[in-house]
């Protein structure tokens, strides 16, 4: 007798492939990101959308603060139009990070979420930077 698990079958390996290599284009995870933030050129842009005090209590270390609201064609100028974002809010909880992401979307930048916010970079074990960093 099938089980919640097996009442409906697996994808076929290539659906799967599809599925699950489509999912990267969205989102990147907190160790890929810490590793790539280590580097000298992480090859994007890191965008804390929380608000200012929450972003001043503990961010990613070389995070800048944009809040989703105010990701706007005006601001986003300074940035060459292949620049790559990766967004994160508070973690999976809240949606900041895909509100961020579809603004971006719309202003036709590049972009993907970093799974699990804040939670999962301190589930990761990494540590927090305080302070201002505003974009």
């Known amino acids: 007798m099938p089980n919640s ?7 076929s390996s290539e659906v ?7 999912e990267l284009t969205f989102e990147t ?15 994007f842009v890191l965008l804390d959308v929380r608000s ?5 209590k503990g961010h990613v270390p ?14 986003m100028s300074a940035y060459p139009r292949e620049t790559l974002f990766v967004t994160y809010c508070a973690g999976p909880h809240c949606n900041g ?3 961020g992401a579809v603004r971006l979307a719309r202003l036709g ?14 589930d990761e074990g990494f540590e927090l ?3 201002m960093n505003i974009a």
Not at 52 to 56: D, H, R, S, T
Not at 62 to 74: D, E, T, W
Not at 109 to 122: D, N, Q, S
């Open 97 to 99: 990070a895909a509100r």
């Open 29 to 43: 995870d907190c160790w890929d990101t810490h590793e790539a933030m280590r580097s000298a050129d992480p090859e």
């Open 62 to 75: 070389g995070a800048i603060n944009l809040p989703h609201g105010k990701i706007v064609a005006s601001k």
């Open 5 to 11: 698990v097996t009442l409906v079958p697996a994808a």
């Open 16 to 22: 799967a492939i599809q599925h699950f290599e489509s």
């Open 129 to 131: 930077e305080r302070g």
């Open 109 to 122: 930048f590049a972009v993907k979420i970093m799974a699990g916010g804040i939670t999962g970079w301190m």
């Open 52 to 56: 200012p005090a929450l972003f001043e």
